[in-house]
């Protein structure tokens, strides 16, 4: 299907011509598109085609009072919607000057590492799948799925949970969580070696990613990567650690890094932080019984609550990177502006445009999805 | 750190066999049939008709606009009470159950289910638009998903604390024992506010408090008194002394204790400085004059508010009062503490200042004849007020020592010095009966060092009349306040003096007819001794100055003039609001004094054009 305004272009003869790849392609990740000029089999030249989500968030958030946006960030990227509640109260507390209490930082902690955990089992099966390897898309799928039991069950929505709102989280966790979320987490750990052998230790997976859609570190900082897909390139950065928001200064974990910046290295990084994200849940399930208080700080009533005047720069560690806030607010009951500094927004433009250039076409789909870009979030 | 995986190494041959232990295996494929959602499930909505109130806040915070309030005939809709007969219907084309409806409620009625599946044939449901009811959706009795608790509540139920004079202070003089707000006060109580305007529509003048208290929440206090004075020019009064009939209806009530609407509008009053208040007050004044003549009479709140109105509307009003001052019961009725003179004066002056003619101290009927006044004037306002007190008749009660409550108040404003004994018996039940009992408490104490007041009701606490803060106040202040007692008889001693006060105990006051029938226990009977006996068990109306043959030529109903909806008696030429119809009460006086004067207004005008 072309777009609507495609107009079709005579070109001097060439051996050179360009393809459509996407917007409805099982090779692309969601509503998105590349046109990709080919000479042969090898990449020319790639232009990132979005705006097929675009619902303008954004805008849309300048309209509401500041509590009805809690029920729309999730919305921006939906595989890992945790950070962007997480991110957009930060902002407010921090205009607002709210105290969080104790206990709703530990509790978004947990939320944002069952979120990232979620996130990487759904990446898992996405990027397995475009080298033409199915398994892993469902058991990612159904392993993401018993995150998802957790989240519905303590927020009352699967998918968007909507859960944490401005001077905390909404409710307290249910009678007896932490040990079903402590056995879940057991159960994917135990799965972690049997993820390996499907797809780490194959040969196919490993022939196809390793050595695919290169991007050194020196590069990868110019163009604005951040997260699994920066530490990749061998740079131990991670805004948990180097930029501690919430209570993740007091938590012990390590950052995985892979040197190689392939597709095969930021899988590989991805993996290494499950591990990493399970040993935050399991630090988090064992001091929040010790952890008592109230879990929202009091707001004023949400229909009449103006936010005092100030601007807020605010980030957050999501699963696919740095994800950021800036909140302006000239003291109204709505914000003056929202921007989501998104990192997706970087990876599938002006990244992965340069990357796939030179490559070949069967790789295309491969380097979007090892760069675990999330369209509505692009296109926001 | 890097992964440990080490992914050269291919592994056994052998290792794909490892694969054979799958067989052994659940799917994960979920099994077919129901699954039950989680018990905090944002399913679909159900609504508990009998506690919503249709307040349609749940509308107010829906991000995706997709609530309706619908109106449903036959359901309660009492705006006194704080119902209305609407209730929200949810259009699930938009929701996105996030599930604010639910965490806002003032009521607690709307919940979310574990429902979640919604496959219908039946065209009547085949809609995304549905109004959730107690059953749900399918009437299939889901249990209750997502629902209100402490934690997820997002309503402010603590009013912000009033500052008020000790007990110990006040009780020495008659210095207003309400501070007021201060600014920061003021715009955190204005935020509780869910503007569902449920006091709107209880208020008899319909005041825009909704407005009026999100303009406080602004900072604009200038538009606050601007939307104040769209419907009443006694805010400074109201603002004090208001029976917040509001307050009562006030969604956040529900739950909580409601927004202190009566203190907010006090604040605003006072916050303006009054030249600006009379600059609001003028505006939308007439330039044209209609040549009409209007005569009030009686310079209480419904005659001073159809003079507003009047002279707002181009007409000449001419007001006519007995006594030295405007204000009326205002004046004369309310004690300083609860209400300074200085407030009202404010009021009073802005009224003044538009152009109303005040003739103080000329008594109609003595002074000036109702005759000569239906001569002169196109339009007559009687706004005569409840001045005279009612006697128990009890034997005893005509002794010089047995006063009438509002024949003391009005002696004690105008600024008589009055001899007050040690002990004093106040009969009723009332706030009138609170005011004087307090007024002379403060006399007492001024005048012996100790407080010697006992308030008999008729009516026991839980049936009580006056206010509960009244109550409570009085019972700080050293009052002795005893409930159920009925008066027999006042003592009165052999030199002439008057001893006391002699009570039964009250069994029931109406009887099977709902009529006032006063059953007592003649064995529980007390005296309680005292030099003073002040009644105050009601108040009615002096309707002397009508003249035996105006008196004749009106229709009454149970001793009151009859009137139409609009304030007209049966003389075309002549209306009566107020107290005198429709009271006691400031509020309901503003309110008859807007409704003569629309429908004088009418009156004149139509007889202009005919």
């Not at chain 1, 709505?334 to 990876?347: E, F, L, Q, W």
């Not at chain 2, 009064?237 to 009562?248: A, L």
């Not at chain 2, 509008?265 to 044209?288: H, W």
């Amino acid at each position: 299907m072309r777009p609507e305004n495609y107009q079709a272009q005579s070109h001097p003869p060439s051996h050179e011509y360009e393809l459509n790849f996407g917007p409805n392609h099982p090779g692309i990740e969601g509503n998105y598109a590349l046109q990709v000029r080919l000479h042969g089999d090898t990449v020319v030249s790639a232009h990132a085609d979005g705006g097929y989500l675009h619902r303008g968030f954004e805008k849309l958030m300048e309209g509401r009072l500041w509590i009805q946006n809690i029920a729309l960030v999730p919305r921006i990227c939906v595989p890992d919607p945790v950070p962007m509640e997480v991110c957009y109260s930060l902002a407010i507390e921090d205009i607002s000057g709210l105290q969080v209490p104790e206990r709703a930082k530990w509790l978004r902690v947990l939320q944002l590492e069952l979120s990232r955990i979620a996130a990487h089992l759904f990446y898992f099966g996405g990027h397995a799948a475009t080298t033409g390897m199915y398994s892993p898309s469902f058991w990612g799928v159904a392993d993401r799925d018993l995150i998802l039991d957790r989240f519905e069950e303590l927020s009352g929505g699967r998918v968007y949970h909507i859960f944490n709102i401005p001077g905390g989280v909404r409710r307290d966790i249910p009678e007896g969580f932490l040990g079903r979320v402590s056995a879940l987490l057991d159960y994917l750990e135990a799965r972690l070696p049997e993820y390996d052998d499907l797809l780490f230790r194959n040969q196919v997976f490993v022939r196809r990613s390793k050595g695919v859609g290169v991007i050194d570190q020196q590069q990868a900082l110019a163009w604005g990567v951040t997260g699994p897909n920066l530490r990749a390139t061998g740079l131990g950065f991670d805004v948990r650690r180097d930029d501690p928001y919430l209570i993740y200064n007091q938590l012990d974990f390590e950052i995985p890094t892979e040197d190689s910046g392939c597709c095969w290295a930021r899988t590989l990084v991805r993996r290494s932080e499950l591990q990493q994200s399970i040993r935050i849940c399991r630090q988090v399930i064992a001091a929040l019984p010790d952890i008592g208080g109230p879990v929202r700080a009091p707001i004023p009533n949400p229909l009449a609550w103006n936010v005092p005047v100030g601007e807020s720069y605010t980030r957050v560690e999501s699963s696919k990177g740095e994800l950021a806030y800036y909140v302006l607010s000239t003291g109204g009951e709505k914000p003056y502006r929202v921007h989501v500094r998104g990192p997706s927004a970087m990876h599938a433009v002006q990244v992965l445009e340069k990357m796939v250039t030179g490559g070949r076409l069967e790789d295309v789909a491969q380097i979007m999805f090892s760069l675990d870009a999330c369209p509505p979030e692009v296109d926001r | 750190m890097s992964s440990d995986i080490d992914y050269k190494d291919a592994g056994s041959i052998l290792a794909p066999l490892k694969n054979l232990r799958f067989f052994a295996r659940e799917p994960v494929t979920e099994p077919l049939g129901p699954r039950p959602a989680a018990e905090n499930y944002r399913g679909f909505h159900v609504n508990d008709w009998e506690l919503c109130i249709g307040c349609s806040t749940c509308q107010k915070v829906c991000d995706n606009a997709a609530i309706s309030m619908i109106h449903i005939p036959g359901l309660p809709n009492d705006p006194v009470k704080g119902v209305r007969d609407h209730r929200p219907a949810i259009d699930y084309g938009r929701c996105c159950w996030c599930g604010l409806c639910v965490d806002i409620c003032p009521t607690g009625s709307i919940s979310l289910t574990r429902e979640y599946v919604h496959t219908c044939t039946e065209p009547e449901l085949d809609s995304y638009f549905v109004l959730p009811d107690p059953n749900g959706m399918h009437k299939t009795h889901f249990p209750k998903g997502w629902s209100k608790t402490e934690q997820n509540d997002l309503l402010d139920h603590d009013r912000q604390p009033m500052a008020e004079m000790a007990p110990e202070a006040r009780i020495g003089d008659f210095a207003e024992i309400v501070a007021g707000y201060t600014d920061q006060q003021a715009l955190l109580e204005a935020s509780r506010c869910v503007q569902c305007g449920m006091c709107h529509d209880a208020c008899p003048t319909q005041m825009h408090a909704p407005d009026y208290i999100r303009a406080i929440w602004q900072g604009n206090v200038e538009l606050a008194v601007e939307e104040i004075y769209r419907t009443n020019p006694f805010a400074h009064v109201c603002g004090r002394v208001c029976t917040h009939k509001c307050e009562d209806a006030c969604s956040i009530g529900r739950r909580g204790t409601p927004v202190a609407i009566r203190w907010l509008k006090r604040y605003a009053m006072d916050a303006l400085a009054p030249a600006k208040v009379k600059k609001i007050a003028a505006k939308g004044k007439s330039r044209k004059k209609s040549g009409r003549k209007i005569a009030i009479v009686g310079a209480g709140p419904a005659g001073m508010t159809a003079a507003f109105d009047l002279i707002k509307q181009g007409h000449a009003v001419t007001v006519f009062e007995a006594l030295d001052q405007a204000g009326g019961m205002t004046r004369y009725g309310i004690p300083y503490y609860r209400l300074p003179s200085e407030s009202l004066q404010r009021d009073i002056d802005i009224i003044v200042s538009l152009g109303v003619e005040m003739r103080y101290r000329t008594r109609v009927g003595v002074d000036v004849s109702m005759a000569e006044l239906e001569q002169e004037y196109d339009a007559v306002v009687l706004a005569l007020g409840l001045q005279l007190g009612r006697s128990t008749r009890i034997p005893g009660s005509d002794h010089v020592q047995v006063r009438a409550a509002v024949d003391l108040l009005r002696r004690i404003a105008a600024g008589e010095s009055l001899a007050v004994p040690d002990k004093v018996v106040v009969i009723g039940g009332g706030n009138v009966a609170m005011d004087i009992a307090r007024t002379l408490a403060r006399l007492q104490k001024q005048q012996h060092g100790v407080v010697g007041m006992t308030v008999c009701a008729l009516e026991d606490f839980a049936h009580f009349l006056a206010d509960p803060e009244e109550v409570r106040e009085s019972g700080e202040e050293g009052i002795e306040i005893i409930d159920a007692r009925g008066p027999r008889h006042c003592v009165v001693n052999d030199d002439g003096t008057l001893g006391g006060l002699c009570t039964w105990k009250v069994l029931s006051i109406f009887d099977e007819q709902h009529r006032f029938a006063p059953k007592f226990d003649e064995s529980d009977e007390r005296i309680h001794e005292a030099g003073m006996v002040v009644e105050s068990i009601g108040q009615m109306t002096d309707t002397g100055l009508l003249g035996d043959e105006l008196t004749e030529a009106l229709e009454w109903n149970r001793g009151r003039m009859k009137v139409d909806a609009f304030g007209r008696t049966s003389l075309p030429w002549l209306w009566a609001a107020g107290d005198c119809v429709n009271g006691p009460d400031v509020v309901h006086a503003v309110a008859d004094g807007h409704r003569v004067a629309t429908s004088i207004n009418e009156y004149l005008t139509q007889e202009v054009a005919a």
